[in-house]
T-cell receptor, first 118, second 115 residues
Framework: GAGVSQTPSNKVTEKGKYVELRCDPI?????LYWYRQSLGQGPEFLIY????????DSGLPNDRFFAVRPEGSVSTLKIQRTERGDSAVYLC????????????????FGEGSRLTVL | AQSVSQHNHHVILSEAASLELGCNYS??????LFWYVQYPGQHLQLLLK??????LVKGIKGFEAEFIKSKFSFNLRKPSVQWSDTAEYFC?????????????FGAGTRLAVHP
């Protein structure tokens, strides 16, 4: 599709379960970001991928959170042993890197995956 | 650490009223500034951005923002709002570091425009 696609759009799970959230970025966008948005707050940075590698994972809250992007396109955010505090909308964004190595500056966001942990 | 403050959490206006949403950031170095908008049921999308040059930036749908470096501010304005401007507005700041764009967002301002 033309935009960033995220699945599932909604996920309800029980505390302690494992969850995977998928992001399919815009074709050709090598930069991919994960953000988390809790109720009443702005998006909070989690992790950034350039190609296949996680260039900055400083926003991951703890070691229960992990993300991969094995082929440099689709990314999966993995949350182990979910807790009620993990409930939020998880946003994925992608952006285009210019040949100069700089970034155009615009992040294109998906509609998010709403995670509810009961 | 960088932070972004949006002073108005909820704003209610009538159509044709003027809009100004405040945004202040804490970082003292060179920054890039953005306003994103999220219409009901839709994804975040870029409204406008400032990297350098003219501090008055014009975006889509008649919005503009002014970067005032001495005040660490990047306020969003629109002379005459429409009902279709009802949305949540997010200010964001970043420094390009390592070729990427790590945005730090404010908490957002929810705007409701009444006909």
């Amino acid at each position: 599709g033309a935009g960033v696609s995220q699945t599932p759009s909604n996920k309800v799970t029980e505390k302690g379960k494992y969850v995977e959230l998928r992001c399919d970025p815009i074709s050709g966008h090598t930069a991919l970001y994960w953000y988390r948005q809790s109720l009443g707050q702005g998006p909070e940075f989690l992790i950034y991928f350039q190609g296949t590698g996680a260039a900055d994972d400083s926003g991951l809250p703890n070691d229960r959170f992990f993300a991969v992007r094995p082929e440099g396109s689709v990314s999966t955010l993995k949350i182990q042993r979910t807790e009620r505090g993990d409930s939020a909308v998880y946003l994925c964004a992608s952006s285009l890197m210019l040949s100069s190595g700089s970034n155009t500056g615009e992040l294109f966001f998906g509609e998010g995956s709403r995670l509810t942990v009961l | 650490a960088q932070s972004v403050s949006q002073h108005n959490h909820h704003v209610i206006l009538s159509e044709a009223a003027s809009l100004e949403l405040g945004c202040n950031y804490s970082y003292g170095g060179t920054v890039n500034l953005f306003w994103y908008v999220q219409y009901p049921g839709q994804h975040l999308q870029l409204l406008l951005k400032y990297f350098s040059g003219d501090p008055l930036v014009k975006g889509i749908k008649g919005f503009e923002a002014e970067f005032i470096k001495s005040k660490f501010s990047f306020n969003l304005r629109k002379p005459s709002v429409q009902w279709s401007d009802t949305a949540e507005y997010f200010c964001a700041v970043s420094r390009f570091s390592g070729g990427y764009n790590k945005l730090i967002f404010g908490a957002g301002t929810r705007l409701a425009v009444h006909p």
